[in-house]
């Protein structure tokens, strides 16, 4: 739709995007440097062989000599050993520094990441950063490596081939070269085609994997439906057009080799007559034209690997922008400097210089805009005191998660200030906010790994016993240990081998073990089963104990159990204080909570009857 | 995620030939134009050593008897000397007719491949779309998706390159001694063992570095779960302050990847530099043999430029050999992974069912559902309902209600007793006929990535503008989607907008509306959706559809009350069942939930006066 769409050509070779680049080459200035010397050998010796049979057919063969024969073979054997060597070198060069450039990208990428402000991850999807990561970085890693590879040998070897022809006989040599400009402008135009007829190929693949994402992800709908055919139909216009792109790119790169060879074949064609002609005059020695012949047969390689290389650096274009826009996009919520001197950045905390929050947090006039200018909290006003538990309700876009959000400092208010104890939060640091904060998300989140690495994510230094403490206090401890490896279990991806309830006992152990001043809890909508359901509550409870906290409550039991509610609508509060207050005024907050009521006695009853 | 890994048995490869049906003269034709671009290339280096050797040189022409009479008597040795761009023109016209077979061979093999592999995909979606419901609900999608790709994929390739390739290999080795062999027994005799070695080598080679490239592929996945982890996880990492920490997790993993990659790189490099010493002392060896005996008259200098360019082809291909053969075993395992889905029986028979008219009358007697495992969902469930009346199903979760209406639609199928559709069996129709009469809407219903209008008349493509707007208002829709800046052309999903749970059901529900169906379900698909929404809905359902039998489940009381028949499931049987009223006269679950709705007030009462905490 718009900036993410993957387009994939930049218009014009952008000289300033590649010189940016050099930074990432700079480290292995002495590995390319070296590279490009290894190619230039590795062209020259290329082009000796066929000297070498010269030698062979003139020296002994003709002659019917057999001195300096061992002196040659010593020779030949000489450059078949230097040959070796320098393909070894080359290999390990060009892929030490390949890996190390994908390597660094990728380093300096996530630190970027690290770094960026919730704001970028609301409008950049996962998938497309990924794709940034990986095979945006892996491709300019290789192009940078390779495509230095291929330049170096493919231009040496032009070189070197054009040198040793014109020193043998420059006549023929001239003669048989002319061949190289239709062959470049060919390679240059097929290479080209080749290339976009495999980008189509790859877009279309992406569509069929989409088709069957959908596909499976809607089968039980498309049952009901009885959409099968027309699924089906759909489905083969992607095929069809799999097919063809796929058959195109092969008629395409099935041209073009035959049209190079026998492009090739006019110059040995050339060397044949010509020099055949020189042989019989007399002027040329049999040695030559072998040499020349074997020459002709070689001489498209080089030819096509450069074109393949220019075509190639458009793409790999494409993908340094998309990496350094990543790269270089600034983080909108950052420490001042003044900030960063005294409480230290993100990386590098001088926890030192840091004192204790007692909790009590005050939003003056808090007014939040999107970017796109769309205001979702205006003139918000609140001062909570430490250890006060606060319950945010309201429907869904009413501005409830904002004011978390804000609370959390993932963003900073557009207009006013929040201020903890007495002081604007921007006065300190951004780590030093959040490492006062303790966060349950709706849909808990876990990393791979085991239960035990997951607790301790809350505090790193934190011994065995305390996490096996704090799994008890929020009633974690007794599932695990039904588990068969206990704490040391792993959760799998994403927390995925762990059912939603347990996930969410989790995460209650590693924001207590964390010992936050400020608890934020985004309470899940759908329920789970009721006695998971009791234990969470139970776990709320102990986790609110003695902490502010903010919550964004949907059971009544939470929102009974807060010292205040807020009724959120549309960035504003309607409504404010206890639980009991707000029934009496018979407004929103009565409504909202007698239809909760209802639904949760009513489960209750079908549970339990 | 690790049983992801299932494994599948590897297929015979033989079995692609079935998938290759229509296309095997064109597949076979690639491989004969193979060996003929094959030929062609050869015919170089021959004319090279007749023009050198015969033209230049005065050896009598050495060439198969009838073109060597043909050359000797009636182009004449003397005509070619001093025309000798004949040999020259030759080479070119030669080359040519080899480019025309080897575009050919791309061609043929491409549209070969290309149309099996087309096979197999469509094939494969239209079998998922087939297999039952129940197989879905178990169903890991990203495996799935896996195998109908990247597995295809494997296949394809080895039918468009790798096959190829070997043919290729073949045909030159199995040619190119023949001819080697009629020019100098004791030279070829010399190449041959070299040749054999290079192949040998570069076959152990790759089957050895296979495991190398599993450890850096498995490595840059883990790299890659760290980074989606932390992406998706972001809101955590931030809330506890860790970017430190993940920046050393992934630096661990990035490192680890950066030398098991290196670790790969140099073997490769060992590998290449090594097998270029093999090559390369191989072309020596031939130079200096065919040097020796050139020296003692017994090969021309054609024939050393014949051995020359015959084995400076070959050399290539064999040693392509070693890496194709390591990676042709992928494709028996990837034909194992598709075959395993395509080997699972569809949901439908083979001969097609009855297609009666069905006015929407539903009769359950007795009927028994038991999922395969054994367990019992349904026990003995018997009700009767009119055309035109509704249905309400209460029941706590795991009751069977969900169960009862998808035996409607034969998502399942009963295990005992009997339902009758209009008299009709229901086991005797056929499954895609009731399922288009009959409107379920899923509680948590799929949207496709197509329009919201698209989405609204997808089983009436026909129908105009009139019709959708009509069901998106009946299903409270409307004024939504008129709300988006694209109104019911804007794309729903990813590349458009995100709908919420309870926009999704009522978008679903206007896709039920507009078939006109005379049986409608809602599987508790209002659930999502606000108490005033649902009676605005309910009050035009019962407008629209007054002549279809509807079925809803909800926890909703006056949803429930408004029923025509209301049924309450509990463990698999019917505890209750009448009209509201009925129902009200007795004591039992139906009253109690009822209750509920009087003791609200009591309830708040109670509230206000309790203590403070």
């Known amino acids: 739709m718009n ?4 387009h994939d050509y930049s218009k014009e070779f952008d000289p300033q995007l590649w010189r940016k680049l050099l930074r990432f080459a700079k480290p292995y200035r002495r590995q390319l440097t070296g590279l490009g010397l290894v190619m230039v050998m590795v062209a020259v010796v290329d082009a000796l062989f066929p000297m070498m049979n010269r030698i062979a057919i003139d020296r002994f063969i003709v ?26 070198t080359l290999i390990t060069l060009a892929g030490r520094v390949e890996v190390g450039i994908v ?26 950063i990924m794709a940034r990561m990986t095979s945006d970085a892996q491709r300019l890693g290789d192009t940078i490596s390779w495509g230095l590879v291929d330049i170096a040998w493919g231009g040496s070897m032009m070189i070197a081939i054009g040198a040793f022809m014109i020193s043998m006989n420059a006549r023929l040599g001239l003669i048989v070269l002319a061949v190289i400009p239709p062959l470049a402008v060919a390679s240059l135009y097929f290479q080209k085609r080749i290339l976009e007829a495999n980008r189509e190929v790859r877009k279309t693949n992406s569509r069929i994997s989409g088709a069957y994402n959908e596909g499976i992800m809607g089968a039980k709908t498309t049952k009901t439906l009885v959409q099968e055919q027309a699924n089906l139909r759909e489905f083969t216009t992607h095929t069809n057009r799999m097919r063809e792109t796929s058959v195109r790119t092969a008629i395409f790169s099935g041209l073009y080799m035959p049209i190079v060879l026998t492009l090739g074949s006019i110059g040995t064609g050339l060397a044949l007559w010509a020099g055949g002609t020189g042989v019989m005059a007399g002027v040329i020695t049999y040695g030559t034209l072998v040499a020349f012949i074997g020459y002709t047969v070689q001489f498209f390689e080089p030819v096509r690997e450069l074109a393949r290389v220019i075509t190639e650096l458009q793409a790999a274009q494409a993908s340094a922008e998309r990496i350094m826009s990543l790269v270089e996009t600034e983080p909108e919520i950052v420490d001042a400097p003044e900030v960063a001197a005294r409480y230290g950045d993100s990386f590098h905390p001088k926890r030192e210089n840091w004192e204790r929050p007692s909790g009590g947090i005050r939003f003056r ?8 200018g769309e205001q979702v909290l205006s003139n918000f006003n609140l001062v909570v005191e430490p250890g006060e538990s606060i319950a945010l309700v309201g429907e869904t876009g009413s501005g409830k998660s904002t004011i978390v959000n804000l609370a959390c400092r993932f963003y900073e208010p557009t207009t006013g200030e929040i201020l903890i104890d007495g002081r604007d939060y921007r006065e300190r640091s951004i780590l030093w906010h959040q490492s006062h904060l303790g966060y349950v998300l709706q849909q808990p989140h876990l990393f791979s790994g085991t239960i035990r690495d997951n607790i301790r994510y809350g505090r790193l230094e934190a011994t065995d016993e305390e996490i096996r403490r704090a799994a008890q206090l929020v009633n974690a401890h007794h599932f695990i240990g039904r588990l068969e490896d206990g704490y040391d279990s792993e959760v799998g991806e994403g927390g995925n081998l762990l059912s939603t309830g347990e996930k969410q006992l989790i995460s209650f152990a590693r924001a207590i073990i964390a010992d936050p001043v400020f608890f934020v809890f985004d309470e899940a909508t759908s329920s789970v089963d009721t006695e998971t359901e009791r234990l969470i509550q139970d776990a709320v409870s102990t986790v609110l104990e003695g902490r502010t906290s903010f919550i964004i409550a949907h059971r009544l039991s939470t929102i009974r159990r807060s010292d205040r509610i807020l009724v959120i609508d549309s960035g504003r509060v309607v409504e404010e204080g206890g639980h009991r207050d707000l029934l009496a005024l018979r407004g929103r907050y009565y409504q909202l909570y007698t239809s909760q009521f209802l639904e949760e006695e009513e489960e209750e009853l079908l549970a339990h009857h | 995620m690790k049983n992801t890994e299932q494994t599948s048995k590897p297929a ?7 998938y290759m049906h229509g296309y095997k003269l064109t597949y076979a034709g690639a491989i004969v134009a193979v060996a003929i671009a094959t030929m062609a290339a050869y015919a170089v280096p021959l004319v090279v050593r007749l023009t050198i050797d015969s033209v230049i040189g005065d050896r009598p022409v050495d060439l198969p008897p009838v073109l060597a009479d043909w050359i000797t008597n009636r182009v004449t040795v003397a005509w070619l000397a001093t025309n000798l761009w004949a040999p020259g023109l030759f080479i070119v016209a030669v080359t040519m007719a080899g480019g025309v077979f080897q575009y050919f061979q791309r061609k043929w093999s491409a549209v070969a491949s290309e149309r099996t592999a087309q096979r197999i995909r469509e094939e494969l979606y239209d079998h998922l779309q087939h297999l039952s419901y129940d197989y879905h609900v178990k169903a890991e999608t990203g495996d799935l998706i896996q195998r109908s790709t990247s597995d295809v994929d494997t296949v394809r390739r080895f039918l468009a390159v790798q096959l190829v390739e070997v043919g290729r290999a073949g045909i030159l080795l199995a040619t190119a001694y023949p001819l080697l062999f009629a020019l100098h027994v004791p030279l070829a005799l010399l190449s041959l063992p070299i040749v054999v070695v290079i192949f040998v080598f570069s076959a152990v080679f790759f089957r050895r570095v296979q495991k190398a490239f599993k450890q850096s592929d498995e490595s840059e996945g883990r790299l ?38 290196r670790k790969l790189i140099g073997v490769f490099a060992v590998y290449w530099g090594s097998s270029d010493f093999l090559a390369m002392s191989h072309m020596l060896m031939i130079l200096l043999a065919g040097t020796w005996y050139g020296i003692q008259g017994a090969l021309s200098i054609g024939d050393i430029v014949v051995f020359l360019s015959i084995e400076a082809m070959l050399l290539w291909p064999v040693r392509q050999l070693g890496r194709i053969l390591a990676d042709m075993g992928k494709a028996t395992v990837s034909l194992g992974r598709i075959e395993e889905i395509l080997d699972t029986p569809t949901e439908y028979p083979r001969q097609p069912g009855l297609c009666p008219a069905i006015s929407g009358r539903v009769e359950f007697r007795d009927v028994h559902f038991a999922y395969d495992d054994g367990r019992e969902i349904l026990k003995g469930i018997s009700f009767r309902a009119e055309p035109g009346t509704t249905v309400a199903i209460l029941g706590p979760t795991g009751s069977g209600k969900s169960s009862l209406v998808h035996l409607l639609s034969r998502l399942y199928d009963y295990t005992a007793g009997s339902i009758t559709i209009d008299g009709v069996e229901l086991k005797e129709i056929d499954k895609k006929w009731i399922r288009s009469h009959v409107g379920l809407v899923l509680q948590e219903p799929f949207l496709y990535a197509k ?22 208002r009946d299903a409270a829709i409307h004024d939504v989607i008129e709300g988006f800046e694209k109104g019911y052309e804007t794309l729903v999903g990813e590349r458009g907008v995100t709908l919420s749970g309870g926009q999704k059901q009522r978008v679903a529900i206007a896709r039920a509306l507009i078939t006109g169906n005379p049986i409608l379900v809602f599987d508790d698909s209002l659930s999502a959706v606000d108490t005033e929404t649902d009676v605005a809905i309910r009050r035009s359902l019962a407008r629209r559809a007054r002549h279809a039998t509807t079925f809803i489940i909800s926890h909703r009381v006056t949803t429930l009350a408004s029923a025509d028949l209301i049924l309450v499931l509990d463990d698999g049987r019917i505890v209750e069942s009448g009209t509201h009223e009925q129902l009200m006269d007795r004591d039992g679950l139906y009253r109690r939930v009822w209750a509920i709705q009087n003791s609200l007030e009591d309830e708040l009462q109670k509230e206000m006066n309790r203590e403070p905490v």
């Open chain 1, 3 to 6: 900036q993410f769409e993957e």
């Open chain 1, 63 to 88: 002659p019917a000599a057999t001195e300096g024969l061992a002196a040659f073979l010593a020779l030949y054997g000489v450059l078949v050993v230097v040959q070796a060597v320098n393909v070894f």
């Open chain 1, 103 to 128: 390597h660094d990208l990728r380093e300096v990428g996530f630190r970027r990441l690290q770094e960026l402000s919730f704001s970028y991850y609301d409008r950049t999807p996962v998938g497309w």
């Open chain 1, 365 to 372: 006039d808090g007014s939040f805009t999107y970017k796109e």
């Open chain 2, 12 to 18: 015979k490869l033989s079995s692609v030939w079935t």
């Open chain 2, 224 to 261: 890659s779960t760290v980074l989606q982890e932390n992406l998706t996880g972001v809101r955590v990492v931030r809330a506890f302050a860790r970017q430190r920490f993940e920046e050393e997790k992934f630096a661990e993993r990035n490192t680890e990847f950066r030398t098991l990659s």
């Open chain 2, 451 to 472: 329009t919201l209008k698209e989405n609204i008349r997808l089983a009436r493509a026909k129908d105009g503008d009139g019709e959708v707007f009509g069901a998106a």
